[in-house]
């Protein structure tokens, strides 16, 4: 299943819906009062039920006529991986691979939705604007201390997210330059784990201006899904909904050489394929 969130137009209430190739199955009525967002469907365990409901249902929104927010727009956590990819270090340049998991976290108002415009940094921070497609693991379970044989079983599925970054802030300090307000974005769904037959497979692009310039699977991460998820589960308890982002592969601008970064009117594209 995939379910997405959107408004009707800007600044209207948060709405769910389930995201077909033919559009949008609003959730209307009582379970729209029970299901407020997929951090509810979540908590709740309501995926049967929404399979349920929307099954034989025509779509009431075309794909592209609505104002998409990020899927887990409410999630408790925005968790996000650090270096998790072989490439040239963005900000340190030659650097050797990380020997332990480095994290970081998203603030409130740091990512858009899908198709809505990134807020350019004012000069001189959009000088370093820089674009990273990223993995992103949903939490469906509260869970502390998971063990890596078990790290699937607490996932809920899987979304997507371009972590914007400022790098000559990052200079500063990491959640500087990671925070910018409207900087990334995520979305435009989320997938459910079943979905996705062999984790493994999944491979991620990115497109600026229709060029490819971020192509990997899941194999060519330093740290693979079950020591992440052990990891953070290690450092914090998590909660149905929380999200963790699992690194950006070589082919952002600021691993380039030479660097290439964001500039108005470029057209970004991320996307996950399941192989």
């Known amino acids: ?27 209307k009525g009582r379970l729209a009062k029970k ?30 006529a609505v104002r998409y927010l990020p899927p887990l727009w409410d999630a408790e956590k925005v968790i996000c991986v650090g270096v998790n990819y072989p490439k040239r270090h963005p900000v340190l340049g030659a650097a050797p691979p990380p020997e332990h998991i480095t994290l970081f976290a998203k603030w409130e108002g740091a990512l858009v939705g899908h198709r809505e415009p990134l807020q350019q ?12 497609g990223e993995l992103v693991l949903v939490i469906g379970r509260e869970c502390r ?9 607490v996932l809920a599925g899987f979304t997507i997210m371009n972590d914007g970054s400022v790098r ?22 989320f997938v459910t784990r079943d979905e996705i037959e062999d984790v493994k497979k999944m491979r991620l692009s990115t497109r600026l201006n229709g060029e490819l310039v971020q192509s990997a699977t899941v194999t060519d991460m330093i740290f693979d899904i079950p020591s992440i998820v052990n990891y953070v589960s290690t450092v914090m ?21 030479p660097q290439r970064f964001l500039r108005p009117g470029g057209v970004l594209k991320n996307k996950v394929k399941k192989g």
């Open 168 to 189: 000559a802030w990052q200079k500063h300090s990491v959640p500087a330059g990671k925070n910018f307000t409207n900087s990334g974005a995520s979305g435009p769904c």
């Open 237 to 257: 308890r998590l909660t149905p909904g929380d999200i963790i982002a699992t690194g950006s592969p070589a082919g952002s601008g600021g691993s380039r050489e």
């Open 1 to 27: 299943m995939k379910l997405a969130c959107f408004r009707k137009s800007p600044g209207g209430q948060p709405r769910l819906g389930v995201y077909t190739d033919a559009g949008i199955i609003e959730v």
């Open 121 to 132: 940094p004012k000069p001189p921070a959009d000088q370093t604007f820089d674009y990273e």
């Open 35 to 64: 299901f407020p967002s997929i951090r509810a469907v979540i908590e709740n365990k309501g995926f049967p039920e929404l399979a349920r409901w929307a099954r034989g249902r025509k779509p009431d929104h075309k794909l592209n």
């Open 145 to 153: 201390d998971v063990p890596k044989e078990k790290a699937f079983a």
